[in-house]
């Protein structure tokens, strides 16, 4: 039997058309993505601030346990990420380097690691500042905090850096 080259065109588009199948929905279409009140591996979440959202920026205030405090030596970088969810890569990152605290923070769709992308829907948001200045997984040394679930357009979105690593 002989194909011609195009047999791959409709393979593909058999392919594209049923992957929808498995896909659970974006927070902004009402699919469930947060988990509930319980802790997140052993680390209890932030309160979440009750601000409504509405805008297309995220901000708030970054500050810092006083314990913790104590244990910078200025050469630190803070990442400020915004993801869909409680995993994944982030949808949006501010990196600031030698941060003071309490420092004042905006995320915008000029945060954004995907351009183009609509930046709307929720988000959880993480504030970590990190010894090695690398954007990767937390290491030792580095501390973060956390509010698992807001929504972009919410400013007065506090964090408090209260976890060391």
């Known amino acids: 039997m002989r194909m011609d080259g195009n047999w791959w065109v409709a393979v593909v588009f058999l392919v594209v058309a049923g992957c929808d199948q498995h896909v659970a929905p974006l927070p902004e279409h009402g699919g469930p ?24 920026i995220l901000s708030g205030t970054i500050s810092i346990a006083p314990d913790l405090s104590a244990k910078l030596d200025g050469s630190e970088v803070l990442f400020v990420m915004a993801r869909r969810g409680m995993g994944g890569p982030p949808m949006a990152v501010k990196r600031i380097q030698q941060p003071k605290f309490p420092l004042t923070y905006t995320l915008s769709a ?56």
């Open 110 to 165: 000029a945060d954004q690691m995907v351009q183009g992308q609509p930046f709307s829907g929720e988000v959880s948001v993480v504030a970590r500042i990190d010894r090695d200045g690398s954007a990767g997984p937390p290491g030792p040394g580095d501390m973060e905090g956390l509010i698992p679930q807001t929504v972009i357009g919410n400013t007065g979105v506090d964090i408090i850096i209260d976890r060391a690593y």
């Open 33 to 56: 993505v947060f988990p509930s009140s319980r802790t997140m591996g052993g680390i209890s979440p932030t309160p979440v601030p009750s601000v409504s959202g509405g805008g297309s």
